[in-house]
């Protein structure tokens, strides 16, 4: 059975060469050839998954990280070879999965190679833990020699000379060098640029509430899994109603279903939204209490509010905003933000003499107070945050279109950035609210009264992951 599929697929490539298709193609056949070791792939696969328990994050985060994207690639090709031994007669779809193959083997390869030059840097590793990765280069060499049809490595000597071109063209030499630091807690790399904007609306509001947030719940409800949400400030210091739009377009058009959900009474309470910095996630909103220092949650299936205590010393009451040289933002001391582990709150206190400071807002129920970090970057200094991947990043004003992300704080490593250097394109000189959406990687700015969205690409080197 396995081998009569591999007959179709020289025929296939045959037939991919050639100008046109013709049915009288001749194919060799070498009966010598085997099946593909599915065997093999799955050793692969499973010692991938073992080296990958035997790191700890301490050790090599960014082993941990590549052995993680191979563990990913390998699996996605045992699926996409079985996927292509039963299309043995679709010639149109053989040919498109063979080239889907292809891509895998060279991203396969080329996280091999990083693997590689990663262990040789980090020899604070086991043997045990480098032999394996050894069996496991070995297993995936063995591999690629099964490719018969040589088109793995006749595209692979193209891309690699298409890749170093590159590496040429930027002037960045990969392999040379110096042992690449781990970013945050995602496996594809850090931040790399920002582009948008996609969605540039004012929405139903026509520009009436020029503070405000937008968004995604990361983590939805099922079939509420393309809805978006809006908070607009009713004053320039808090808001009493979250609205929901069951689309994009809705959201465009004004179609709000079902209208405004209370929070609190139009009279300011203490359950009252207090500042723009407001995120969504699991089905609850996160934000500044009104008149208080903490970070109350309105969980929008009991409709009721709990709140935590931040720390003595906490500034609030627009105490320590967010700033540029010309403007201060309104009672911006708090800001909530969502990545892939959760809630956080960025904020300042009188004994981080106004820097900024970041703790891990938790689940329970009421909400408590998780992990804090402290950075050296003062918070007025700052227009606004977000975090992606574990890592804080916070942006300046450089004129009324440039808004520019400068700095990052990785939790993980303690490691702080001053010189991140991407830009972000704005329609509006503000930005008063700004957070990630780990879901689809795109940041939701609100914008002097219109809702923005941009792109988040992450990757290490030229590659983006998006
Ligand atoms: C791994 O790295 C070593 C030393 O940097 C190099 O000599 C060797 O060729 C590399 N092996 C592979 C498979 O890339
Ligand atoms: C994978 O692990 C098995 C059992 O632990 C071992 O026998 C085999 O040699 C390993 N293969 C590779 C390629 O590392
Ligand atoms: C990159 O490597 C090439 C040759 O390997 C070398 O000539 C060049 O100077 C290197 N560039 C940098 C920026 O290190
Ligand atoms: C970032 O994306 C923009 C397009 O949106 C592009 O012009 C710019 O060159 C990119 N920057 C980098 C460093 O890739
Ligand atoms: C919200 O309330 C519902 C019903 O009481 C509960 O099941 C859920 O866990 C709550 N959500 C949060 C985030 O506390």
């Known amino acids: 059975m396995k081998v009569s599929v591999i007959i179709p697929l020289w025929a296939l490539f045959s037939l991919a060469q050639q100008a046109a298709p013709s049915k009288s193609c001749t194919c060799e056949l070498n009966p010598a050839e085997k099946a593909f070791p599915h065997d093999k792939l799955q050793t692969a696969e499973g010692n991938a998954t073992d080296c990958n328990t035997h790191v700890t994050p301490q050790k090599a985060l960014e082993l941990?990280?590549?052995?993680?994207?191979?563990?990913?690639?390998?699996?996605?090709?045992?699926?996409?070879?079985?996927?292509?031994?039963?299309?043995?007669?679709?010639?149109?779809?053989?040919?498109?999965?063979?080239?889907?193959?292809?891509?895998?083997?060279?991203?396969?390869?080329?996280?091999?190679?990083?693997?590689?030059?990663?262990?040789?840097?980090?020899q604070v590793l086991t043997?045990?833990?480098?032999?394996?990765?050894?069996?496991?280069?070995?297993?995936?060499?063995?591999?690629?020699?099964?490719?018969?049809?040589?088109?793995?490595?006749?595209?692979?000597?193209?891309?690699?000379?298409?890749?170093?071109?590159?590496?040429?063209?930027?002037?960045?030499?990969?392999?040379?060098?110096?042992?690449?630091?781990?970013?945050?807690?995602?496996?594809?790399?850090?931040?790399?640029?920002?582009?948008g904007p996609g969605v540039n609306t004012q929405g139903e509001f026509s520009g009436n509430y020029a503070y405000g947030a937008w968004g995604r719940d990361p983590k939805p409800e099922t079939r509420k899994e393309n809805w978006y949400w809006m908070v607009p400030l009713t004053s320039s210091q808090y808001a009493n109603y979250i609205r929901f739009y069951s689309s994009l377009s809705a959201l465009i058009i004004g179609?709000?279903?079902?209208?405004?959900?209370?929070?609190?009474?139009?009279?300011?309470t203490?359950?009252?939204?207090?500042?723009?910095?407001?995120?969504?996630?699991?089905?609850?909103?996160?934000?500044n209490c009104y008149n208080r220092d903490a970070v109350c949650r309105f969980n929008l299936t009991s409709k009721s509010v709990t709140s935590v205590q931040l720390p003595r010393g906490t500034r609030y009451n627009s105490k320590s905003n967010f700033c540029h040289l010309e403007d201060c933002y309104a009672f911006t001391d708090l800001d909530l933000?969502?990545?892939?582990?959760?809630?956080?709150?960025?904020?300042?206190?009188?004994?981080?003499?106004?820097?900024?400071?970041?703790?891990?807002?938790?689940?329970?129920?009421?909400?408590?107070?998780g992990k804090t970090w402290r950075t050296s970057v003062y918070k007025r200094s700052v227009t606004n945050t977000f975090m992606a991947c574990?890592?804080?990043?916070?942006?300046?004003?450089?004129?009324?279109n440039v808004e520019e992300v400068f700095y990052s704080f990785d939790t993980t490593t303690g490691l702080e950035n001053f010189k991140v250097s991407i830009f972000i394109n704005k329609v509006s000189p503000n930005i008063f609210s700004l957070n990630y959406n780990p879901v689809d990687q795109m940041l939701y700015a609100y914008s002097n009264a219109k809702m923005v969205s941009y792109k988040a690409l992450f990757g290490y080197s030229d590659r983006y992951f998006s």
């Open 390 to 400: 574990g890592i804080l990043y916070a942006t300046r004003y450089i004129d009324a």
């Open 270 to 287: 203490t359950n009252t939204i207090q500042g723009p910095n407001n995120v969504l996630y699991g089905s609850a909103l996160y934000y």
């Open 255 to 268: 179609v709000s279903t079902p209208g405004n959900i209370q929070i609190a009474s139009s009279n300011p």
């Open 127 to 195: 043997d045990d833990t480098v032999q394996q990765l050894e069996e496991l280069k070995t297993e995936m060499i063995k591999l690629e020699k099964f490719d018969t049809m040589e088109v793995v490595k006749g595209r692979q000597v193209n891309k690699q000379l298409k890749s170093a071109l590159e590496t040429c063209r930027i002037g960045v030499n990969a392999t040379v060098a110096p042992t690449q630091p781990p970013y945050g807690t995602c496996q594809h790399g850090p931040l790399r640029n920002i582009t």
């Open 337 to 369: 933000a969502t990545d892939e582990s959760g809630v956080w709150v960025v904020y300042t206190t009188t004994e981080a003499l106004g820097n900024l400071v970041l703790t891990k807002v938790e689940e329970t129920e009421p909400p408590t107070l």
């Open 64 to 122: 941990e990280s590549l052995l993680l994207g191979l563990e990913k690639r390998l699996t996605q090709l045992h699926s996409d070879v079985s996927v292509l031994e039963e299309e043995d007669d679709g010639e149109l779809y053989g040919v498109l999965s063979l080239f889907v193959i292809e891509n895998e083997m060279v991203e396969i390869r080329q996280l091999m190679e990083k693997l590689n030059s990663t262990t040789v840097e980090h």
